[in-house]
Structure formats: structure tokens, C-alpha cells
């Protein structure tokens, strides 16, 4: 399955929920506690439902199920591989439970895929990818019998709605897969059925917050969309889990500063469930800032909170950048590189980034450019242009001697200018980044085609849009060919 794939479920799976309305049978009830219960489990307060748990019947599904979802959350977010190790057959035990139940209720298969569901989407996290794979069939497979027998039934569109965006962003080298299995289904569809639910006003949060992802992950993030989510969040100041994926959505998104507002205001305490990786998102932002002494407390506060084997790699790579972009020597810096090498697993895309970079730098070394190209990048990627332009400014594609280097440093002026609202200066940029790239299949030129298919989209010049998103398709092998190619495709279809 696709690592953007993988991501993306992960986030979404946070708030594939249901509707808390008593059930049509006695086996399904959505009693006044377990309603308590599931409202804090939306906003990661988890120690308040443990004890309202207790006193709901363990028969009823819909305990199964908030049961799970807590399960879930604690170990998505922990990353703790001893205790999935220990609680990992609670999955089969309480797909037998809920078997047992009620067949003639809708709830019944709608739980089921929840179930499966949640155990996909914690299995990705633990580098069970086929596992998990099976998981999200059986699920897809649950949801669609549940619409054919219910089609009015609500619950059924939220989580089938997501599948359906999921299964439309495959990639072409993927989809004989997916038909093959028997999933169907495409983003225009997933979005309808997640508009559906969003008039739902049990719904709504769930399902905006999940088109919002839509948008972020797989299509375009527009200031309309960031100003939705704003909304969002500032409507639940006591949601941790919307702060969190608030700060996520716009980190990602190239505003820096809007994810540490996210960040800074987000509610804390002993009700709800520690998150370590907003330690690393901090320091993230801090080194994209340039403030690398205050980036290094976040990422060492990271490592020392955080129990898994994610993303350690990453903050290794991090530490080391803080000290080779403050021109620390060499002596202080490389350590945290044999770090990354030894350290973790390469699960997700970061890690996997980390090492590359690691393996590359400590096998033949780094010329001094790239440390002027790293700096404009981070400084772009957070969204701080001034001084990301300030970096290359002194710079032309002649004072680079490599062809990588010079489509990197034509790529991010254009990015760079694309990202303060001024399109017409980025096309000769990235149009020039193209041009080095294809010859050799550099990722820039992809990334580059992309965002020019974005461009020109927004210009609705509809010709030269399709052009370059089937030209970003196009390139055969790269780092980030996954991502591109979703992203690609989707353009195209909104054409």
C-alpha cells in the first residue's frame, strides 16, 4: 500500500465515528453514558471514559465498540509496540462479540467495519501493512453490503465515504489491485457522501474536519479551506485531537505559524492522552524558523517522552540539521547521523527520508550548497518566505555545479514565489526546474510539473493544466512518486 496511503489513513481514521442515536435493537444502544464517553474520546480525553466504561453492559455493541475506538487512540498515538504486542487479539475477540449480535440491525456491519478499521489503521502504524490491508477489504466490503441493505442509514456514508477517497487516489500502478479485490469507488464520490454527512449535525465535525483532510492530502488546500479550519478549532477550545490535526493540516500545508497557534493554545492536562509527537511538529517549526537552539529542546523532549520506533530517525536527522545549519563542526553534528542510521525503522516516509540522507552524507559526503538549498527549503516548507528568499537570493543556477542542484535551487525560487501569491514570476522557475529534471528523472521536475498543473488549474487554462499534471505523471521513478501521482491524478479529474 502507498506510504501516503498509510499516512493518510492514519489521520483520517481519528474521526471515522458514528452516530451516537439509540440504536433499532436492543443489542445496539447508544445509552446517555457511552454518548459521554465517545464525545471525550473525540477530543482525546480518555481518562474520563474509563470509568463511565465500567458501568455500561459489556454485551451492548456499542460498548465493543467505544471500547475499541479507545484501544485505538491510545495506541495510534502512542506508538508503543509492547503494549500492541499485548492487547493486539483484543481485535478477533470483539469481531466474535459483535458477530454474535443482532444481523437485522444496520449498526451490526457498520461496528464490524469500525472495528476493522481501527486495527487497519493502528497495524499501519506498526509496519503491518497486510495485515492491515485486509483489514480496510473486509471493512470497504461491510460498508458496502450496509449501503445496499440500508441506503438511507447514515453511519454507513462517513467511513464508506472515506474509503471511497482512499481507493479514487490510488495510483495507476496500483488500481488493477483495488479492482481486482473488488473496491470501487472514486474522490468525487467519497466527497459527495462526505458532504452528505456533513449535514448530519451529529456528523458535521467529523465529516468537515475529514473533507478538510481530503483537501490537505490528496487535492488542494485553499485559503478558504484554512479559514474553515480556523473555525474549527477555535469552536472547540477543548478538543486536543482538533488542535493536533489542526497544526498537522497546516504545517503541511506551508503555514508555520498557524500550526504553532494551533500548538500553543492546545488544551492540556491529566485527562487527556499524552502526545510526544507534538514535541516533534514544534521542532519542526522551529528549525523551519531558523531558532535551531529552540528546536533542539523540542526534539530532545521528543525522544525522551516518546515509546516507539517512528519517527526516530527523523529527529536524529533534525538534531543534526540544528547543529550543521548553525555551522557547528562537523565533529558535534555527524553523531546524531550515525544515530539515524542505527535508530528506528524506516516505516514511515520521514524516517525513510532521514536515512537516505544519512546513508548519502556520511557515505561521500555533502557539498556546501546543499546547506544553502536546505536552508531555503525549510524556511519555504514552513511558510516563511522572506527570508527563504533571503537565503538564495545571492545565489543564480550558476554558482550550482551539479544538475541536481541547480533544478533544487530552481525549484524552490519558484516555490518560493508560488507560495507568496505571485504565480507569473514562478512559472519561468519551475518551468526551468522541469526542463533540468526530465532528462534524469529528478523528483523536482515531477513537483515541479505539479504545482505548474496547479497553476495554470487556477487560471483555468484547462489545456496547459492537463498537460503538466500528465507530464508530473510522467516521470518514472522518485522519491515522492506516490504522492505526486495522487495528487496529479486528482487534478486531472477535476478538470
Known sequence: ????????????????????????????????????????????????????????????????????????????????????????????????????????????????????????????????????????????????????????????????????????????????VANLLGLHGNIQQGQQELQRARQDPIFGLEARLIDLMVRAYVLTFSDADGQSLQQLVSAHPDNLLLHFFGATIEQKNGHGEQALTYLSTRPS???????????????????????????????????ATYKGRNFLKDSYYKLFLCRWLANKPDAESRPFLQKVITT????????????????????????????????????????????????????????????AEKAEYTYRMGRIFQRRDNPDAAIPWLTRALALSEPIQLSFGATAALQLGYIYQQKNDRARARSFFQKALSFKRHEYKNSVDNKARAGLNGL
Open 1 to 176: 500500500m502507498p506510504t501516503f496511503i498509510c499516512r493518510f489513513i492514519v489521520v483520517a481514521a481519528l474521526f471515522v465515528l458514528l452516530n451516537p442515536f439509540v440504536a433499532m435493537a436492543q443489542d445496539f444502544v447508544w445509552t446517555p453514558g457511552l454518548q459521554r464517553a465517545y464525545s471525550e474520546l473525540q477530543k482525546l480525553a480518555v481518562q474520563p471514559t474509563q470509568h463511565i466504561l465500567t458501568a455500561e453492559s459489556a454485551q451492548n455493541g456499542v460498548r465493543i465498540f467505544v471500547d475499541d475506538y479507545a484501544d485505538m487512540l491510545l495506541l495510534v498515538t502512542s506508538d508503543d509496540d509492547r503494549l500492541f504486542a499485548s492487547i493486539s487479539d483484543r481485535e478477533e475477540e470483539r469481531l466474535d462479540a459483535l458477530k454474535k449480535l443482532d444481523d437485522a440491525s444496520p449498526w451490526k456491519r457498520v461496528l464490524l467495519a469500525e472495528v476493522r478499521l481501527h486495527w487497519a489503521f493502528t497495524k499501519l502504524k506498526f509496519g503491518k501493512e497486510m495485515s492491515a490491508s485486509w483489514d480496510v477489504i473486509r471493512a470497504y466490503k461491510l460498508l458496502a453490503e450496509n449501503q445496499r441493505r440500508f441506503p438511507a442509514f447514515v453511519p454507513t456514508y462517513k467511513s464508506l465515504g472515506t474509503l471511497h477517497v482512499m481507493i479514487g487516489s490510488v495510483p495507476d500502478s496500483y488500481s488493477w
Open 269 to 303: 492536562g491529566k485527562n487527556y492522552l499524552p502526545l510526544p509527537v507534538v514535541e516533534n511538529i514544534l521542532g519542526d517549526i522551529y528549525l523551519q524558523k531558523g531558532e535551531y537552539n529552540t528546536a533542539t529542546t523540542h526534539f530532545q523532549q521528543f525522544l
Open 344 to 403: 528506528g525503522r524506516t516505516t514511515v516516509e520521514s524516517d525513510k527520508a532521514a536515512q537516505k540522507f544519512a546513508e548519502s552524507y556520511l557515505g561521500k559526503g555533502i557539498s556546501a550548497n546543499q546547506k544553502v538549498l536546505m536552508r531555503a527549503r525549510l524556511a519555504s516548507d514552513g511558510g516563511f518566505t522572506d527570508s527563504a528568499l533571503a537565503y538564495l537570493r545571492p545565489y543564480t543556477e550558476g554558482s550550482f555545479s551539479t544538475t
